[in-house]
Protein backbone atom coordinates (compact mmCIF):
# COMPACT_ATOMS: atom_id res chain seq x y z
CA UNK A 1 0.00 0.00 0.00
CA UNK A 2 1.24 3.34 -0.92
CA UNK A 3 1.94 6.26 1.66
CA UNK A 4 -1.13 7.73 3.34
CA UNK A 5 -3.20 10.50 1.22
CA UNK A 6 -6.58 9.18 0.86
CA UNK A 7 -7.72 11.65 -1.81
CA UNK A 8 -9.20 10.44 -5.46
CA UNK A 9 -8.58 12.77 -8.26
CA UNK A 10 -10.73 12.05 -11.23
CA UNK A 11 -10.06 13.45 -15.32
CA UNK A 12 -13.34 14.37 -15.62
CA UNK A 13 -13.56 15.66 -19.08
CA UNK A 14 -14.11 12.25 -20.62
CA UNK A 15 -15.15 9.85 -17.39
CA UNK A 16 -17.73 7.89 -17.86
CA UNK A 17 -18.11 6.05 -14.41
CA UNK A 18 -18.62 9.76 -12.21
CA UNK A 19 -21.47 8.03 -10.14
CA UNK A 20 -19.44 5.02 -9.71
CA UNK A 21 -17.18 7.35 -8.31
CA UNK A 22 -18.88 9.17 -6.12
CA UNK A 23 -20.71 6.29 -4.63
CA UNK A 24 -17.88 4.46 -3.57
CA UNK A 25 -15.81 7.13 -2.69
CA UNK A 26 -19.38 8.84 -0.29
CA UNK A 27 -19.67 4.37 0.58
CA UNK A 28 -16.02 4.77 2.22
CA UNK A 29 -15.88 8.71 3.52
CA UNK A 30 -12.95 9.09 0.92
CA UNK A 31 -12.15 13.15 -0.62
CA UNK A 32 -12.10 13.05 -4.58
CA UNK A 33 -11.78 16.10 -6.73
CA UNK A 34 -13.44 16.24 -10.29
CA UNK A 35 -11.00 18.35 -12.72
CA UNK A 36 -12.82 19.81 -15.67
CA UNK A 37 -12.58 22.52 -17.94
CA UNK A 38 -15.50 24.21 -18.61
CA UNK A 39 -16.49 23.01 -21.86
CA UNK A 40 -17.06 19.86 -20.27
CA UNK A 41 -18.82 20.70 -16.90
CA UNK A 42 -22.14 18.09 -15.67
CA UNK A 43 -24.91 20.32 -14.28
CA UNK A 44 -24.78 17.87 -11.52
CA UNK A 45 -21.50 19.52 -10.09
CA UNK A 46 -20.37 20.49 -6.67
CA UNK A 47 -17.66 21.88 -4.61
CA UNK A 48 -16.06 18.82 -5.35
CA UNK A 49 -15.62 19.69 -8.46
CA UNK A 50 -12.22 21.76 -10.18
CA UNK A 51 -13.70 23.48 -13.23
CA UNK A 52 -10.60 25.53 -15.50
CA UNK A 53 -10.07 27.24 -18.59
CA UNK A 54 -10.54 25.00 -21.56
CA UNK A 55 -6.21 25.33 -22.69
CA UNK A 56 -5.05 22.23 -24.03
CA UNK A 57 -4.22 19.88 -21.01
CA UNK A 58 -5.23 21.61 -17.99
CA UNK A 59 -6.67 19.42 -16.29
CA UNK A 60 -3.49 16.71 -16.77
CA UNK A 61 -1.00 19.51 -15.43
CA UNK A 62 -3.75 20.73 -12.51
CA UNK A 63 -3.56 16.87 -11.27
CA UNK A 64 0.20 16.70 -11.70
CA UNK A 65 0.51 19.74 -10.03
CA UNK A 66 -1.84 19.24 -7.17
CA UNK A 67 -1.45 15.22 -6.62
CA UNK A 68 0.52 13.87 -3.41
CA UNK A 69 2.38 10.24 -3.44
CA UNK A 70 -0.51 7.83 -2.21
CA UNK A 71 -3.67 9.17 -3.88
CA UNK A 72 -5.20 8.16 -6.52
CA UNK A 73 -6.51 9.09 -9.81
CA UNK A 74 -9.10 8.16 -12.44
CA UNK A 75 -7.93 8.41 -15.86
CA UNK A 76 -8.52 7.37 -19.41
CA UNK A 77 -5.63 9.50 -20.46
CA UNK A 78 -2.83 6.78 -20.23
CA UNK A 79 0.50 9.38 -20.78
CA UNK A 80 -0.75 10.98 -17.97
CA UNK A 81 -0.67 7.59 -15.99
CA UNK A 82 2.86 7.04 -16.52
CA UNK A 83 3.73 10.62 -15.39
CA UNK A 84 1.38 9.79 -12.40
CA UNK A 85 2.63 6.20 -11.61
CA UNK A 86 6.19 7.80 -11.34
CA UNK A 87 4.97 10.14 -8.71
CA UNK A 88 3.92 7.21 -6.32
CA UNK A 89 0.30 7.69 -7.33
CA UNK A 90 -2.44 4.57 -7.65
CA UNK A 91 -3.67 5.21 -11.38
CA UNK A 92 -6.72 3.37 -12.26
CA UNK A 93 -8.23 3.53 -15.34
CA UNK A 94 -12.38 3.72 -16.08
CA UNK A 95 -12.39 -0.22 -17.67
CA UNK A 96 -10.77 -0.92 -13.90
CA UNK A 97 -7.29 -1.24 -15.15
CA UNK A 98 -4.67 -0.40 -12.44
CA UNK A 99 -1.59 1.20 -14.54
CA UNK A 100 1.97 0.85 -13.08
CA UNK A 101 5.71 1.48 -13.56
CA UNK A 102 5.71 -1.50 -15.60
CA UNK A 103 3.31 -0.21 -18.12
CA UNK A 104 5.08 3.45 -19.06
CA UNK A 105 7.34 1.95 -21.74
CA UNK A 106 4.12 -0.02 -23.41
CA UNK A 107 2.09 2.83 -23.12
CA UNK A 108 4.24 4.73 -24.56
CA UNK A 109 5.39 3.24 -27.40
CA UNK A 110 1.64 2.30 -28.37
CA UNK A 111 1.33 6.25 -28.12
CA UNK A 112 4.46 7.19 -30.49
CA UNK A 113 3.19 4.04 -33.28
CA UNK A 114 -0.20 5.65 -32.91
CA UNK A 115 0.83 9.31 -34.05
CA UNK A 116 3.08 7.76 -36.48
CA UNK A 117 0.00 6.32 -38.27
CA UNK A 118 -1.91 9.48 -37.81
CA UNK A 119 0.71 11.14 -39.50
CA UNK A 120 0.69 8.83 -42.48
CA UNK A 121 -3.29 8.82 -42.74
CA UNK A 122 -4.18 5.71 -41.31
CA UNK A 123 -7.12 5.48 -39.96
CA UNK A 124 -6.94 4.59 -36.15
CA UNK A 125 -9.71 2.71 -34.07
CA UNK A 126 -11.01 4.05 -31.54
CA UNK A 127 -11.50 2.36 -28.25
CA UNK A 128 -14.68 -0.15 -28.12
CA UNK A 129 -17.50 1.04 -25.86
CA UNK A 130 -17.71 0.93 -21.85
CA UNK A 131 -19.27 -2.26 -21.15
CA UNK A 132 -21.50 -3.29 -17.83
CA UNK A 133 -18.77 -5.73 -17.02
CA UNK A 134 -15.84 -2.81 -17.59
CA UNK A 135 -18.07 -0.90 -15.19
CA UNK A 136 -18.37 -3.72 -12.26
CA UNK A 137 -14.69 -4.12 -13.15
CA UNK A 138 -13.98 -0.75 -12.47
CA UNK A 139 -16.02 -0.45 -9.23
CA UNK A 140 -14.75 -4.11 -7.80
CA UNK A 141 -10.85 -2.18 -8.62
CA UNK A 142 -11.93 1.29 -6.86
CA UNK A 143 -14.20 -0.07 -3.97
CA UNK A 144 -11.12 -2.41 -2.81
CA UNK A 145 -8.75 1.15 -2.92
CA UNK A 146 -11.79 3.19 -1.03
CA UNK A 147 -11.82 0.46 1.70
CA UNK A 148 -7.99 0.06 2.31
CA UNK A 149 -7.88 3.80 2.91
CA UNK A 150 -10.67 4.20 4.66
CA UNK A 151 -8.86 0.98 6.65
CA UNK A 152 -5.48 3.10 6.41
CA UNK A 153 -7.46 6.16 7.58
CA UNK A 154 -9.10 4.47 11.11
CA UNK A 155 -5.48 3.10 11.68
CA UNK A 156 -3.70 6.49 11.97
Known amino acids: MKSHNPIVYVDADSCPVKQEIVSACAAYHVPVRFVTTINHLSSDSDDSWVVLDPVDQAVDWYILNHITPGACVVTQDLALATLLTAKDVTVITPRGELITDEDADEILLRKHMRIQNQRQGKRIKGPSKLTAADRRRFLTIFSSYC ?10
Do not use: G, I, P, V
Open 147 to 156: RKMQESDESC
